[in-house]
């Protein structure tokens, strides 16, 4: 075989490829076979085409891959209860409960949480009499905790809920329901 054909066809095959073209391997094979080309030849050309190959490959357009779930989303907290009586959400940031008759004052107090580090701080303290029985919540981005207590004349606790980790983003999630040791 004549090395001057070997080299016109990787020449050509290698011109083709830096013209961003897929050289025609099978016309190229056929003619280094129609020269006398032996086996290592016919490798050399295959590792030409082998690099026309991966340059398609590498200029086709990737898909982007799916966004990884976000950390944030990871950690997220859940809204947990902690009660012996009924809380329910209503419109507006409103904590609603059923009266009960030997409730005579119901306390509120509301704390919050800077960071998820830190621990809930007492913001603020209400006292309602006992047929009030709905309170809104000044629901902001951070976390809250907020406990009802209703006590009896003697000053004992007969109805209690904490809710802890409520804001504004998982106001309508669902609670956790966590049992109540009263």
Do not use: C
């Not at 013209?19 to 030849?41: F, I, Q």
């Not at 509120?108 to 047929?131: F, K, M, N, Q």
């Amino acid at each position: 075989m004549a090395q001057r054909e070997l080299e016109a066809v990787l020449e050509e095959a290698r011109a083709g490829i830096a013209a961003g073209r897929m050289p025609d391997g099978d016309r190229l094979r056929a003619r280094l076979r129609a020269s006398g080309a032996g086996e290592a030849e016919l490798k050399q050309l295959e590792r030409v085409l082998t690099i026309a190959r991966a340059r398609t490959r590498l200029a086709r357009e990737v898909a982007p891959a799916a966004p990884a779930p976000s950390l944030r989303s990871a950690l997220k907290t859940k809204p947990t209860i902690n009660a012996n009586m009924d809380v329910r959400r209503e419109a507006g940031f409103v904590l609603r409960w059923e009266t009960v008759p030997s409730v005579v004052g119901w306390e509120v107090r509301i704390s919050e949480r800077p960071d998820a580090r830190s621990d809930y701080v007492v913001r603020e303290t209400r006292e309602l009499p006992p047929g009030e029985t709905q309170v809104a919540v000044p629901v902001s981005a951070t976390p809250m905790r907020v406990h009802i207590l209703g006590r009896t004349r003697d000053g004992r606790l007969v109805r209690r809920a904490v809710i802890s980790a409520l804001d504004e983003a998982n106001w309508n999630d669902r609670w956790q329901q966590r049992a109540s040791a009263s």
